[in-house]
């Protein structure tokens, strides 16, 4: 199984804020790999696809970036409705899709 | 409207199974494949199984293989999750997702049912 850790687990930050979310790949994942938030009592929203490509209506202060092992997904400058749990997840090895446990943007 | 609905909240007791229900509008439903993730209070998401609704044709992750079947009923653009022999460490909320085609980054989710399993 590849497995997919986030760091940091818990990052304070203010409004306005540049964020940078770091996700790491226990083996080489290629480009498959996708950045969710979640916020509470509502299913992950996709963000990133493809390492890099955001999704259909995210906003631009939303850019990933990475191939292989390491990832990044950085907001440039955070917005109140940012805050939330972002997860990583792979998808090049099938059938075993894995998520990294999550790193939670918290009001500083 | 593009979106997947699912069942309501279920409470079962050990041994037991539970059948969730994702109905997908506002789509072709045989195009994209449906997976199933769970997320166990307050922990992270973990993937399930997918299903190919065009084919029928399904894929179980390890943990899971043996205990559950998954479905589909084209003519309502559903997908059926039937877990059996439930645990107490299977409550969770289970949430369907549409995968992007040519990957398997999930697009659109269900709202997600919570399955409690309650002695």
């Known amino acids: 199984e590849t497995v997919m850790t986030q760091s940091p687990a818990t990052l304070s930050v203010s409004p306005g804020d540049r964020v940078t979310l770091s996700c790491r790949a226990s083996q080489s994942v290629n480009s498959n790999l996708a950045w969710y938030q979640q916020k509470p009592g509502q299913p992950p929203r996709l963000l990133i696809y493809g390492a890099s490509t955001r999704a259909t209506g995210i906003p631009a202060r939303f850019s990933g970036s990475g191939s292989g092992t390491g990832f990044t997904l950085t907001i440039s400058s955070l917005q109140s409705e940012d805050f939330a749990i972002y997860y990583c997840?792979?998808?090049?090895?099938?059938?075993?899709?894995?998520f990294g446990g999550g790193t939670r943007v918290e009001i500083k | 409207q593009l979106q997947l609905v699912q069942s309501g909240a279920e409470v079962k007791k050990p041994g037991a199974s539970v059948k969730i229900s994702c109905k997908a509008f506002?789509?072709?439903?045989?195009?994209?494949?449906i997976h199933w993730v769970r997320q166990a209070p307050g922990q992270g998401l973990e993937w399930m199984m997918m299903i190919n609704p065009g084919g029928g044709s399904t894929t179980y992750a390890q943990n899971f293989q043996g205990r559950v079947t998954l479905t589909r009923d084209t003519s309502r653009s559903t997908v059926y999750m039937d877990l059996s022999s439930l645990r107490f460490e299977d409550t969770a909320v289970y949430f369907c997702a549409r995968a992007l085609p040519g990957t398997s980054a999930f697009d659109v989710w269900g709202q997600g049912t919570l399955v409690t399993v309650s002695s």
């Open positions: 997840q792979q998808y090049n090895y099938w059938p075993s899709l894995t």
């Open positions: 506002g789509y072709t439903f045989t195009t994209y494949y």
